[in-house]
């Protein structure tokens, strides 16, 4: 059965509330670098791992990234392949390809080797496999190893369209997404001693499939004919499930922060129903009307430059890091913010919306 005759949405799959939710994934991993970077104050008390949280910014990015795949997938009558692996490629691969010097530079002027063979090391960050390589995957650019799982997911839906489109295979589908991820992390666990390991292997594509998938269930049931019309009635009752549900998954991790990865119920279980909170979260914002008091904070327009901020941001820590630490933080962190923000609109701006028309 042809998708269409179950799935509806308009051709705009951009939203203002949906932009400020990839706005504040950025923020989340611009404050968790910065922290880790040593640039903001010492957190003490009960906002010690507040900083850490940070990097579940990658986290929301994978379930709102299931959530557009999914769409652009079940939304036309008839499925393209090759416009599909068009607009992926223009989406990801400017952009990175015009950092991708930058960075070089910077790895040059700090006399920092690479840990493989150049030419090998360039290689496989084209190809997007650089993150299969725990001595390559940030090399470069640290915040350049999420591409080697996103990219992979990308060539994963490719696979699989023709059978998501059908209404029974769908649920096949995505219920072997979970299933593969839960495997998968579970292996880790048991195979793979050390938090370090675990967190490299754990978070491979494969290991992050539940996020996408369902991220992805939540656009199929925004666009269900069925179901959509009764999440539009709903959207405020969702969207504050969504948070209440959110907060408690992150309260939970909070008080098993130090033994995330040895603990089986957090390194194999809790980023599934962190992800189900988030997914309901993004129904919910999937509802909401434009507003001036959301466009006022500037979330929304962050989220529109988002993937260009997360190429650069680490640019001007590093930057003012190495280069300028007798700097006052409390001037540097307004300049390092200013920077990185200048930095990620020229590029959304010059390559981004150049070959990715429909980010105009």
């Not at 400020?20 to 009960?46: D, T």
């Not at 990234?65 to 990801?92: E, K, Q």
Request: aromatic share 16%; with cysteine; glycine share 6%.
């Amino acid at each position: 059965m042809n998708s269409s005759k179950i799935f509806h949405l308009e051709e705009n799959s951009r939203t203002q509330s949906l932009d400020a939710l990839r706005g504040v994934a950025i923020a989340m991993v611009f404050f968790y670098h910065l922290a880790a970077m040593k640039q903001l104050p010492e957190f003490k008390g009960s906002l010690a791992m507040l900083p850490a949280f940070g990097m579940f910014g990658v986290d929301l990015f994978y379930i709102l990234s299931g959530y557009f795949i999914t769409r652009a997938l079940l939304r036309n009558p008839t499925w393209d392949a090759p416009r599909f692996l068009r607009s992926r490629v223009s989406r990801i691969y400017p952009a990175f390809l015009v950092s991708l010097p930058v960075f070089l530079a910077l790895r040059w002027l700090q006399n920092m080797p690479f840990d493989l063979h150049l030419g090998l090391n360039l290689v496989l960050h084209a190809l997007m496999l650089h993150n299969f390589f725990p001595e390559i995957g940030g090399s470069i650019n640290g915040p350049y190893w999420t591409l080697g799982v996103e990219f992979p997911y990308y060539m994963i839906m490719l696979a699989v369209a023709p059978f998501m489109r059908q209404r029974g295979a769908y649920w096949v589908c995505t219920g072997l997404m979970l299933l593969v991820a839960l495997t998968w992390r579970s292996a880790v666990f048991v195979n793979y001693p050390g938090a370090t390991s675990r967190f490299f292997h754990a978070t491979q594509v494969f290991g992050t499939l539940d996020e996408f998938f369902i991220g992805g269930l939540a656009a199929y049931l925004v666009g269900h004919r069925k179901w959509g019309p009764w999440l539009k009635e709903n959207g405020w009752l969702i969207l504050g499930i969504g948070l209440a549900f959110t907060l408690a998954t992150l309260c939970y991790q909070e008080s098993r922060f130090l033994t995330y990865w040895a603990d089986p119920e957090t390194a194999i279980i809790w980023r599934t129903p962190f992800a189900a909170s988030i997914s309901m979260v993004i129904m919910g914002c999937a509802q909401l009307a434009p507003t001036k008091v959301l466009k006022w904070t500037g979330l929304p327009w962050l989220g529109k430059i988002s993937y260009s901020l997360y190429l650069y941001h680490m640019l001007p820590i590093i930057l003012r890091a190495v280069y300028f630490p007798e700097v006052d933080r409390v001037v540097a962190r307004p300049a390092m913010a200013m920077a990185s923000v200048a930095l990620a609109w020229l590029s959304w701006r010059h390559v981004e919306t150049r070959f990715h028309k429909t980010l105009r």
